[in-house]
C-alpha cells in the first residue's frame, strides 16, 4: 500500500464539469472511502489509492479523460490508444515525439510540441486558438500525466528543471511542488511548458507491451501513487525513515547511514527541493493517514506508530498537516 496522499483541492478541481446527480456521485465517493464530508477542509489530505481510484471512475462516469476541461472530450480509451502508438519506441525521445504526434491529430484546444534548446527538451503546450485558452486544470494534468508517463516509460524518475503555466496560480498550487517532483513551478507566463535535460531523451524505454497491459488496468493508480526515485537522496532518506518510524532516527544517523556527512546531505535533499524535517513530517502525515483510512487502530497508536510518543503532539501536527483532527478525519470518512 502507497503512503502518498492527494489534497481533496485536486477533487474539487476534477469534478468541475461533472453533471451527475448527487446519489451518483456520493455513491462513487462511497465506493472508495472517500470522506466527502471534508471535501470544504481544503487541507485534508486522502490516500493516492483513494483517489486515483475516484478519478478513473469520475472519467468513466463522464465519458471523457480529460474531464470536461478540454473543447471536445478525449473518449475513453484516448490515452490507451496513445500508449499502443508509443510503446515500440526505442529511446524516450521517440516515444515522446509520439505522444505529442498522436495529440495533434485532433483539435481538443491544444497543441503539444517538443523542442530542444540549450541542452534541455521543453515541452509546449500552445493553444490553438488564443482567444479561448483551455482552463487551467487542462495545462495542469497534461503536463503531469506527460512527466509521469516519461517516468514510467524509462522507469526513471525524470527530474524536472522548471514549469511554467500561461495563467494565474489555481485553488490547488500548493499541490504543484510535490505533483512536478518539487521543480520551480511560474504562473502567468508567456507560455505553458515543461523543462527537462535534453540528456534523457537518449534514455532507452524500458517498458514493452506486456508491462503496458498491467500498466493500462489502472494507469492513474501508476502515475499518481508509484515512486520512480528509486536512486533520489529524499527517496533514501524517506526510506530509512519508513522502515520503523516509532524509532526516528536523527538527520545525523541517516546522513551516517547514506555515507554522507551532514552538510552533504542535506545539500543534496535542498537541490531536489526537500528539506530533512518536510521529507519527515510528509512520511508521518502520510503513512497516518493511509493508518486512519485503513484499520481500526485508536489515534494514541496510530500517533505512536508515526513516531509520537505524546498523542496531543501528534493531534496537533494532524491539524497542522490536514487542517482538521485524525478524529474528525475518520469519523468523516
Given at each position: 500500500m502507497s503512503t502518498i496522499t492527494v489534497s481533496v483541492r485536486m477533487i474539487e478541481a476534477a469534478l468541475a464539469h461533472y453533471h451527475g446527480s448527487d446519489e451518483q456521485l456520493e455513491a462513487l465517493f462511497r465506493k472508495h472511502g472517500v470522506p466527502r464530508g471534508l471535501l470544504s477542509e481544503k487541507q485534508v489530505r486522502i490516500a493516492a489509492e483513494q483517489y486515483s481510484g475516484l478519478?478513473?471512475?469520475?472519467?468513466?462516469?463522464?465519458?471523457d479523460?480529460?474531464?470536461?476541461y478540454t473543447r471536445v472530450p478525449h473518449r475513453l480509451g484516448t490515452w490507451k490508444m496513445m500508449c499502443h502508438a508509443v510503446i515500440t519506441a526505442e529511446t524516450l525521445g521517440e516515444a515522446l515525439r509520439r505522444y505529442c504526434h498522436?495529440?495533434?491529430?485532433?483539435?481538443?484546444?491544444?497543441?503539444?510540441?517538443?523542442?530542444?534548446?540549450?541542452?534541455?527538451?521543453i515541452l509546449y503546450l500552445e493553444p490553438t486558438d488564443p482567444e479561448r485558452p483551455l482552463e487551467h486544470y487542462a495545462h495542469v494534468s497534461t503536463l503531469f500525466y506527460y512527466h509521469r508517463f516519461a517516468c514510467w516509460l524509462v522507469d526513471y524518475s525524470i527530474p524536472v528543471l522548471g514549469v511554467d503555466f500561461s495563467f494565474p496560480a489555481p485553488?490547488?498550487?500548493?499541490e504543484f511542488r510535490p505533483m512536478y517532483r518539487y521543480a520551480p513551478v511560474r504562473c502567468e507566463q508567456p507560455v505553458t511548458r515543461m523543462r527537462f535535460s535534453a540528456a534523457m531523451l537518449e534514455e532507452p524505454v524500458r517498458q514493452d507491451r506486456r508491462s503496458l497491459e498491467t500498466f493500462l488496468e489502472n494507469p492513474n493508480l501508476v502515475m499518481v501513487a508509484r515512486q520512480f526515485d528509486h536512486g533520489s537522496w529524499q527517496a533514501r532518506v524517506r526510506g530509512i525513515i519508513a522502515r520503523d518510524p516509532v524509532v526516528m532516527p536523527t538527520f545525523e544517523q541517516v546522513a551516517e547511514e547514506v555515507g554522507l556527512n551532514p552538510q552533504t546531505l542535506r545539500r543534496r535533499l535542498r537541490r531536489e527541493g526537500l528539506t530533512f524535517n518536510e521529507v519527515?513530517?510528509?512520511?508521518?502525515?502520510?503513512?497516518?493517514?493511509?493508518l486512519l483510512s485503513r484499520t481500526r487502530h485508536s489515534v494514541e497508536e496510530i500517533g505512536h506508530r508515526v513516531g509520537f510518543s505524546d498523542p496531543s503532539n501528534f493531534i496537533r501536527a494532524f491539524r497542522q498537516w490536514t487542517g482538521v483532527t485524525p478524529y474528525r478525519y475518520r469519523k468523516q470518512g
Open positions: 478519478l478513473q471512475d469520475i472519467m468513466i462516469a463522464m465519458g479523460e480529460m474531464l470536461g498522436f495529440f495533434r491529430l485532433f483539435d481538443w484546444g491544444m497543441v503539444p510540441r517538443l523542442r530542444v534548446e540549450n541542452g534541455e527538451a485553488f490547488y498550487a500548493e519527515r513530517n510528509q512520511l508521518r502525515r502520510d503513512l497516518a493517514i493511509d
